[in-house]
C-alpha cells in the first residue's frame, strides 16, 4: 500500500517535496515512480528510480526542475518540485512496480498505486 503526501498550494516560482510511504514490506525490490493528472487529461509518467535508487530517469516536461530519491531504510519515495509553473497544476501520484527493467515509463506497467495528493500551483 502506498501514501502520498505533501501536496498543496503554491506560488508560481514556489516549492514542494512530495512523500510517498510504502507499507507491507519488500520496498526495496520495486522501481518507484511518480505520475500526475491533470484535469480532462491522461495521466502522465514525471519521474522513475531504480530499487537502489542509483538510477532515476525523467518526462522532459519536468526535467531540471523536479528529483525523485528514496530511502529504502524508510520504505519512502520523495518528489522535490522547484520553480512551479501553474501547469504543473494536477494530482500527484506515487506507484510501484516489478517490471525487470531499470526504467519503467508506462503506466500499465506499475502494479500499486497510491491514492494522489493535489498540488495546485497559482499565477
Known amino acids: 500500500q502506498l501514501q502520498a503526501c505533501g501536496g498543496g498550494l503554491v506560488q508560481a516560482g514556489g516549492s514542494l517535496r512530495l512523500s510517498c510511504a510504502a507499507s507491507g514490506g519488500a520496498f526495496s525490490t520495486f522501481i518507484m515512480g511518480w505520475f500526475r493528472q491533470a484535469p480532462g487529461k491522461e495521466r502522465e509518467f514525471l519521474a522513475s528510480i531504480t530499487r537502489s535508487g542509483s538510477n532515476a530517469y525523467y518526462s522532459d516536461s519536468i526535467k531540471d526542475r523536479f528529483t525523485i530519491s528514496r530511502d529504502n531504510a524508510k520504505n519512502t519515495v520523495y518528489l522535490q518540485m522547484t520553480s512551479l509553473k501553474p501547469e504543473d497544476t494536477a494530482l500527484y501520484y506515487c506507484?510501484?512496480?516489478?517490471?525487470?527493467?531499470?526504467?519503467?515509463?508506462?503506466?500499465?506497467?506499475?502494479?500499486?498505486w497510491g491514492q494522489g495528493t493535489l498540488v495546485t500551483v497559482s499565477s
Open positions: 506507484a510501484a512496480s516489478r517490471f525487470p527493467i531499470e526504467r519503467v515509463t508506462t503506466t500499465s506497467l506499475y502494479n500499486i
